[in-house]
């Protein structure tokens, strides 16, 4: 199993562009999310779903759109990209329920808006 | 509000015990989890703990204590491959989502 997959890698954009980053999983998780990793701050949550239809906003939500059309894909959206939205992004997903189940994180995707 | 707090630099020796500690304050508390991430890779899973005391996987133990707001991670017979940060997080409600603190990177030195 591919577990979680995030495309593209790696982008440079100009600011005021725009762009979507996919995320995609095959282990039939429930839930989903959006973090941004830059240095010195951790893992700071951007937007979450909890089933297909379904999301919420996290800790840093201004500048992003997600969508969650289907199960398995989770979209975050860059309406008009800012210098302040470099950042390395990292998707996850997990398992639904009472007991708190580990994310499994996809590989990043290393965004530099100039 | 809420905050994690976890030192943010640690070392120790090939074979050593070290412990990351992290203390937290927030509303809504489910859990503590901890996350390894090396250099430029995606975190991963070590361990969870909902209830008070120590859970033990292999080399690694995560311990919780609700009333103190504090928990630590606990490598043994630490190895080279070890030198990472350590997150750790907060899980603030039934949906399962975290809160991360700033990561702890570990250095092992030879």
């Known amino acids: 199993n591919a577990g979680v997959t995030q495309t593209p890698k790696f982008r440079v954009l100009k600011t005021g562009q725009s762009m979507t980053l996919l995320c995609a999983q095959d282990?039939?998780?429930?839930?989903m999310y959006w973090y941004r990793q830059d240095p010195g701050m951790g893992l700071r949550l951007i937007h979450y779903?909890?089933?297909?239809?379904?999301?919420a906003k996290g800790e840093v939500p201004d500048g992003y759109n997600v969508s969650r059309l289907k199960k398995q894909n989770f979209l975050l959206g860059l309406e008009s990209a800012a210098p302040s939205q470099t950042s390395v992004y990292f998707c996850?997903?997990?398992?639904?329920?009472?007991?708190?189940?580990?994310?499994?994180f996809g590989s990043g995707t290393r965004l530099t808006v100039v | 509000g809420q905050s994690l707090e976890q030192p943010s630099e640690v070392t120790a020796v090939e074979g050593a015990i070290v412990q990351i500690n992290c203390t937290y304050q927030?509303?809504?508390?489910?859990?503590l989890s901890w996350y390894q991430q090396h250099d430029g890779g995606a975190p991963t899973f070590l361990s969870y703990?909902?209830?008070?005391g120590l859970e033990e996987t292999g080399r690694f133990s995560s311990f919780l204590s609700r009333s103190d707001s504090y928990g630590y991670l606990l490598l043994q017979e630490l190895q080279m491959k070890d030198s990472a940060s350590y997150f750790c997080?907060?899980?603030?409600?039934?949906?399962?989502?975290?809160?991360f603190g700033t990561g702890t990177l570990l250095a092992v030195q030879p």
């Open positions: 282990m039939n998780h429930e839930y």
């Open positions: 703990n909902a209830l008070d």
């Open positions: 779903s909890v089933g297909e239809g379904t999301t």
């Open positions: 927030t509303s809504g508390f489910y859990g």
């Open positions: 997080a907060v899980r603030r409600g039934a949906t399962n989502k975290l809160i």
């Open positions: 996850a997903s997990s398992r639904s329920g009472t007991e708190g189940y580990g994310y499994t």
